[in-house]
C-alpha cells in the first residue's frame, strides 16, 4: 500500500526517508494526537480547581504549579499536534516553522524557569520569611509570570533572529537540506 499520497510534497523533502510514513508511525502519531487532545482537559482541571474550586487560602507555589500546567496546555496544542502534522504529511512553509521553533523553545524555557522559581520560592519561605502568610500571592503571581513569559519569549525570538544558521530541528520541519 502507498501511503506517500497523503504528503505534501515528498520530492522536495530532504528528509523524506526519515519521515516514510508506515503503519507503525501513523499508529504512533495517531496515538500521539489522541493522548495530546485528552491530556488537555486534565491539565486545565488543575488550573480550573487552583482559579475556583478550592475554598482554602492558595499558595504561590500552587499558583505556579497551575502556571506550568497552563504552559503545558500551550506545548500540547501549539507545539505538539503540528509537529505530529509534520511527521504525517511531509515539509511544512519556512513561517510556520520558524514560529513552530520559537513556541517550542519558549514552552520548555518557560517549564524550566518555573521549575527553578518554586526551588527558589520554596527556600525563601523555609529560610528567610518570618511570616509567609503576608507573602502577596496574587501580586507576585501576576508579575512573575508576565516577566517569566516575556524573557522567554522574547529570547527565544532573537536567538532565532541572530545571524548564522538554524538548528536542524528547523530543517526537518522545512525539509531543507541543512548543508546548502
Avoid at 510514513?21 to 486545565?44: A, D, G, M, Y
Wanted: charged share 10%; hydrophobic share 50%; with cysteine.
Amino acid at each position: 500500500m502507498n501511503y506517500e499520497v497523503l504528503r505534501f510534497a515528498p520530492d522536495s523533502d530532504f528528509f523524506n526517508s526519515v519521515y516514510e510514513l508506515e503503519p507503525v508511525k501513523i499508529i504512533v502519531c495517531s496515538l500521539s494526537f489522541l493522548f495530546s487532545i485528552i491530556s488537555v482537559p486534565f491539565l486545565f482541571s488543575i488550573v480550573w480547581f487552583d482559579w475556583y474550586g478550592s475554598d482554602l487560602k492558595i499558595i504561590f507555589i500552587n499558583r505556579l504549579v497551575s502556571s506550568i500546567a497552563l504552559c503545558s496546555i500551550c506545548q500540547l496544542i501549539l507545539v505538539q499536534i503540528p509537529e505530529i502534522f509534520r511527521y504525517m504529511t511531509g515539509p511544512l512553509p519556512v513561517w510556520f516553522c520558524f514560529m513552530h521553533y520559537i513556541l517550542k523553545n519558549t514552552t520548555a524555557l518557560l517549564q524550566v524557569i518555573y521549575f527553578d522559581i518554586i526551588a527558589i520560592v520554596r527556600y525563601l519561605f523555609i529560610f528567610h520569611l518570618k511570616n509567609p502568610a503576608m507573602f502577596q500571592d496574587e501580586f507576585w503571581n501576576l508579575f512573575i509570570n508576565m516577566q517569566v513569559v516575556s524573557f522567554s519569549f522574547l529570547s527565544q525570538l532573537i536567538f532565532a533572529y541572530l545571524p548564522g544558521r538554524q538548528p536542524l530541528i528547523y530543517y526537518y520541519c522545512t525539509g531543507e537540506n541543512p548543508s546548502g
